[in-house]
């Protein structure tokens, strides 16, 4: 056996050594480090008895599982280039084949028992490897793609090599304790902080709970059943929590660490958790698809400043926007030109943030989710923050929309904790902000629904068509 794959193998051999230690629970069953690291081998040789060879591109079409884990882990031992896809959209379909060059489609089943390779339409054996691949190709590596949201258009592909994250986010795994940490793994197998959550397990040798559904009543039941110790999360999944009083219907005590992101926390929101959940630190996480997720520390649980306190990422703030560079930086772009970099090499990240004097930061939005009304700016997340503090408001959104006159006007959904009309919420609105804001934030349209619109990565969806 080579060097090189010596070095690949290492994860794999120190699952062998940490045996019966409970590595998944999946539906129920507990699979031991040990389970783990016989299925990446088994998987391994099947991937490669069906014609996988290394550096190929392939999809793995699955959300977590403890077979979809051992797939992932024997993919990236074979040195392929994978594409976790968890829904099997037509536009992510297009933008894979578009830009990835897919060889191969693997499906597996939960428990790793079965698994199935078909070739990907399109893309003919014996091509050549893609030029975007051939930097993996040369290092010996494994790759990842991952696709954005694709809310404002065809998704991006980003290429990431894989063999850096975990080599930088599962670490030694020198860290096992006599008691595990169970951690539930609420993003999605395909989105940076999925990947992050998993080798993030692997780092502490803890135990990765996997949900069936990721409703709150099944998150907050999982919760108490496993005694989860953290919750990796978003603002708006934490809020529906609260509203549906899940916090009380089950014991969550055993939570000490809540980390939230992929969309700024309002301040209103951040408050009523720290009052729900007084026992779990709540901690503001940072990170992108393209840079990786940084390791953070917040100022403090009622506080939404942070500090990016990774030794492997360097930030700057230029014209009020969060720059950075990782160890973890993505490769580049497969269907969409790498413009978000600076010449220097700097990731743009979008988000407006302000910075105190000893360095802690605080995100005020999305640039491109800023409002403009005449050629005054306004900040979504300020009202939304402001709106919160209301006793009748549950939940709420505020984006804009064309004006003919002003450009853009200020729009809100609310959802209401009690019986409203639509009149009765206008003037609550106005009459809650008033005075609290310029009068050009002030809502020109107020909406009523039931529950707002929320992406499957459960962030606000303030762009609309």
């Given amino acids: 056996m080579s060097d090189e794959l010596d070095r690949r193998d290492e994860l794999t051999e120190r699952f062998a050594r940490l045996g019966d230690r409970p590595a998944v629970i999946d539906k129920g069953?507990?699979?031991?480090?040990?389970?783990?690291?016989?299925?990446?081998?088994?998987?391994?040789?099947?991937?490669?008895?069906?014609?996988?060879?290394?550096?190929?591109?392939?999809?793995?079409?699955?959300?977590?599982?403890?077979?979809?884990?051992?797939?992932?882990?024997?993919?990236?031992?074979?040195?392929?280039?994978?594409?976790?896809?968890?829904?099997?959209?037509?536009?992510?379909?297009?933008?894979?084949?578009?830009?990835?060059?897919?060889?191969?489609?693997?499906?597996?089943?939960?428990?790793g028992s079965e698994l199935l390779v078909e070739p990907m339409h399109g893309t003919e054996p014996g091509a050549q490897t893609p030029e975007a691949y051939r930097p993996l190709v040369e290092a010996?590596?494994?790759?990842?793609?991952?696709?954005?949201?694709?809310?404002?258009?065809?998704?991006?592909?980003?290429?990431?090599?894989?063999?850096?994250?975990?080599a930088e986010k599962a670490g030694s795994g020198d860290r096992v304790g006599s008691r595990t940490t169970n951690i539930l793994m609420f993003l999605l197998f395909d989105h940076i902080g999925g990947i992050n959550s998993l080798l993030g397990v692997f780092k502490v040798s803890g135990t990765a709970v996997l949900p069936a559904r990721r409703t709150p009543e099944e998150i907050c039941a999982l919760i108490e059943e496993h005694g989860i110790r953290l919750l990796p999360t978003s603002p708006t999944f934490l809020n529906l929590i609260l509203i549906g009083d899940y916090h009380r219907k089950h014991d969550l005590s055993s939570l000490r660490m809540i980390s939230y992101g992929t969309e700024p926390m309002p301040e209103e929101l951040l408050r009523r958790l720290h009052t729900a959940l007084p026992r779990a630190r709540l901690l503001q996480t940072f990170g992108t698809s393209e840079t990786g997720i940084s390791a953070t520390t917040s100022e403090s649980s009622e506080s939404t400043y942070f500090r990016i306190s990774d030794e492997n990422v360097q930030y700057r703030i230029v014209d009020g926007e969060l720059q950075l560079k990782s160890r973890t930086q993505f490769m580049g772009y497969l269907n969409y030109p790498d413009d978000s970099l600076t010449e220097d090499g700097w990731f743009r990240t979008g988000d407006l943030v302000e910075e105190k004097e000893d360095g802690f930061l605080k995100v005020k939005g999305r640039a491109k989710e800023v409002i403009n009304v005449g050629g005054e700016k306004v900040l979504p997340l300020e009202l939304e923050s402001i709106l919160l503090g209301s006793p009748l408001i549950d939940d709420c959104v505020v984006y804009g929309r064309p004006n003919s006159i002003t450009g853009q006007s200020v729009c809100v959904d609310i959802k209401p904790s009690g019986a409203m009309t639509r009149a009765e919420a206008r003037r609550h609105v106005h009459e809650f902000l008033e005075g609290k804001v310029e009068p050009f934030k002030l809502p020109a349209k107020v909406n009523l629904v039931e529950e707002l619109r929320v992406s499957d990565r459960f962030k606000k969806q303030r762009i609309r068509a």
């Fill in 140 to 166: 010996g590596a494994a790759g990842l793609v991952l696709l954005s949201s694709g809310s404002t258009g065809a998704p991006k592909a980003i290429l990431h090599n894989l063999d850096t994250l975990v």
């Fill in 29 to 111: 069953r507990t699979h031991s480090y040990g389970d783990l690291a016989r299925a990446i081998r088994t998987t391994a040789d099947r991937l490669r008895e069906r014609g996988v060879a290394p550096h190929e591109a392939v999809v793995l079409n699955s959300d977590f599982s403890f077979g979809s884990i051992a797939t992932l882990l024997a993919l990236y031992l074979n040195r392929n280039v994978v594409v976790p896809l968890v829904a099997f959209t037509e536009g992510a379909l297009r933008t894979i084949n578009d830009s990835c060059a897919p060889r191969h489609l693997v499906k597996v089943a939960d428990d």
